[in-house]
């Protein structure tokens, strides 16, 4: 529930709407575990919530990786017994949690296992934010958070934004709007609808190709959303918002990472504000598709960097336990085979 939910919940229980505070920086921030923890209430309002069937829904930890490189894979059961998960990078002191918002991703594109289990079910906001506050039980504090895990934000819009708003209010986790990062593989009405909102997450576009017909090779959504709807959508958005967007592109051997490939990208590319990030492609098991060389990635890179777009090169996180970009499948694809 956001804080007003809550709000109405303890007024319709005959209590004053500020007891909804404790409830949700309990929930929130101090990550409680059950309503007899939020000791602020009185013991007699914690027994009515309880004798009503409110509890703190959670979710529950199956497994938990840790990768050499300081980056952990958890896999989370949800009430239904569907599993998602969630991947923690560390970069210094600072804590990153990409989310999953869906079970498994109907968007079917050709470098992600995800795609590969197709949709079970989208997530509840409840759900999105509670992976935040499981892996904060076992991490600390998570400063970023990305929507970047299993599934397509944008297909779960109302729960992702009622998840972010549950993550940003500053009763709660306060983690700061600019912290969250929406990625999209490229839904167009959902990028321009983002920009009407009240909190508004940076946006990711999952690109992978400069030109349509590559684009719908790799990735189904281009054949509903081409790039020039893609970009379009974009120039409203950037023109309500005045915000750069990041551009994602995942470089797949011999398919989309030559050099001409980058220039005409840089032609895509140019008058919009933005930045690109590279993502070696992190084959899964049964991918057909094979990551390129560090030597054609810095080629590709350079070509963008010379054209003065502003690049950045991710290199693989999280590979060893399968919990680098496009790997993650909660085990489904192991149960399936
Ligand atoms: S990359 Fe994202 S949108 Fe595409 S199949 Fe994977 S989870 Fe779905």
Request: with cysteine; proline share 4%.
């Amino acid at each position: 529930m956001t804080l007003g939910e809550l709000e109405r919940l303890v007024v319709e229980l005959g209590q004053k709407a500020y007891q909804a505070k404790y409830i949700f920086s309990f929930v929130h921030a101090k990550n409680a575990a059950a309503v007899s923890d939020i000791t602020p209430l009185s013991k007699a309002f914690r027994e009515t919530l309880g004798a009503r069937g409110y509890f703190i829904s959670q979710l529950k930890t199956l497994d938990c990786l840790a990768d050499p490189d300081g980056s952990r894979k958890y896999l989370f059961e949800l009430a239904d017994g569907e599993r998602v998960e969630a991947v923690l990078l560390r970069d210094e002191q600072r804590l990153t949690l990409c989310v999953s918002t869906q079970v498994g991703c109907a968007m079917g594109c050709a470098f992600c296992a995800t795609g590969r289990i197709q949709l079970r079910r989208s997530l509840t906001a409840g759900e999105i934010a509670d992976e935040v506050n499981q892996a904060e039980q076992d991490a600390g504090k998570i400063n970023n958070v990305v929507y970047m895990g299993m599934g397509e934000p944008f297909e779960n819009y109302d729960a992702v934004l009622k998840s972010i708003r549950i993550l940003n209010h500053a009763s709660g986790k306060n983690i700061g709007i600019r912290h969250i990062t929406i990625s999209t593989c490229g839904v167009a009405p959902a990028i321009v609808r983002l920009a009407d909102e009240d909190v508004r997450p940076r946006l990711a576009i999952s690109l992978n190709a400069p030109s349509d017909p590559l684009r719908r090779r790799i990735m189904p959504i281009a054949r509903k959303y081409p790039l020039a709807e893609l970009l379009k959508a974009v120039h409203t958005y950037q023109a309500r918002t005045q915000q750069r967007v990041t551009f994602e592109y995942v470089l797949i051997d011999k398919l989309n990472d030559s050099t001409a490939h980058a220039h005409l990208l840089v032609k895509l590319l140019r008058g919009i504000p933005c930045n690109v990030n590279l993502i070696e492609h992190n084959p899964y098991p049964g991918c057909e598709l094979a990551g390129s060389s560090r030597d054609r990635i810095a080629r590709f890179a350079s070509v963008l960097t010379d054209a003065g777009v502003e690049t950045v090169t991710r290199f693989r996180l999280g590979r060893q336990i399968q919990a680098a970009c496009g790997q993650l499948q909660a085990g489904y694809g192991r149960a399936r085979s």
